[in-house]
């Protein structure tokens, strides 16, 4: 389910870069708000808002196969294709896709910058403190992208821990930085950077010795560069998964997006969605996001 953008201007700015609004096939899923967004006062009231305006912002990142932006400005992904088919069904038909680091979706949302996030943003106590989820889309494993060979034999966050000299490359504000940091991985061990391609040119440059992200997203950079061998899922990584985050003064709209998402999941779209990006819905069934926000970190 790949969305077409008639046109798409990015605008960079304040460390986030903002995608226009005027959009024909990702925007005619779930909705592009206009420049500003509802009064922060409306935030109550987004639900009916997005209805009766027909657009609704998302903040997004451009981490394939969770989320991706293409040369053109097409955004698409697992999570903004879910996003676009639920929102559908809710009544909404646009949605305009904001790009902004991991570090800043949160803080973005609440400051009302965008209304949901849809992104990978995976599930833990101190995001589940911050939002509401959505239940859960999708549940991943964590792999380390290693020179070839694995030289260093880095298998597992306790061999990380072990050894003072490794340096793990990880994106700020993401999962594995918190799974690193839970650990007890010294920050001295931990190299950031800005994006998965940036992990993997800090690896080649012998910055960093292993590179940790979602096992997915590591073969989805593999397939343009044989350069470095991806690891098994690391087996002393949390189980995580992620889903649409809300303000917590979004009430309504998240009781209303569960209750479609549920329907949604039934249908063969939802599972076809899965499978194009890698992912296996099957795997999906039965997690709650109740207990994947039970996740440390």
């Known amino acids: 389910m790949k969305g077409n953008i008639s046109r798409r201007n990015l605008l960079r700015g304040a460390g986030v870069a903002a995608l226009g609004a005027s959009v024909a096939g990702w925007a005619t899923g ?146 594995e930085e918190g799974v690193l940091k839970s ?13 998965g391609r940036s992990g993997i040119e800090a690896l080649k440059a012998n910055r960093a010795d292993a590179f940790m992200l979602p096992t997915l997203s590591l073969k989805a950079l593999a397939k343009d560069d044989s350069s470095f061998d991806v690891s098994k899922p690391v087996d002393d990584a949390p189980r995580t998964g992620s889903g649409a985050a809300f303000r917590q003064s979004d009430a309504a709209f998240h009781e209303a997006y569960n209750k479609e998402l549920a329907a949604f999941k039934k249908t063969p779209e939802f599972t076809e969605i899965l499978t194009k990006w ?13 207990e994947l926000c039970k996740t440390a970190g």
């Open 30 to 175: 779930c909705a592009s708000v206009a420049a500003g967004g509802p009064a922060s006062g409306a935030a109550s009231n987004l639900l009916e808002l997005a209805k009766t305006q027909g657009f609704i912002r998302v903040g997004i990142a451009n981490e394939p196969p969770y989320t991706q932006v293409d040369a053109d400005g097409t955004v698409t992904g697992c999570e903004p294709d879910v996003l676009r088919a639920v929102c559908k069904r809710l009544g909404i038909d646009e949605v305009q896709g904001i790009i902004t680091p991991y570090e800043s979706m949160i803080p973005g949302l609440n400051a009302n910058r965008w209304d949901v996030i849809a992104a990978g943003l995976f599930m833990k106590e101190s995001r589940c403190a911050q939002v509401l989820y959505s239940e859960p889309v999708i549940v991943s494993t964590e792999s380390f992208a290693t020179p070839k060979g694995n030289p260093k034999a880095i298998t597992s966050v306790a061999a990380v821990l072990a050894d003072p000299s490794l340096r793990i490359a990880v994106l700020p504000g993401g999962f």
């Open 183 to 195: 650990a007890n991985v010294p920050a001295s061990q931990q190299v950031k950077i800005n994006d």
């Open 278 to 290: 890698g992912f296996d819905a099957s795997v999906v069934e039965g997690v709650t996001a109740q």
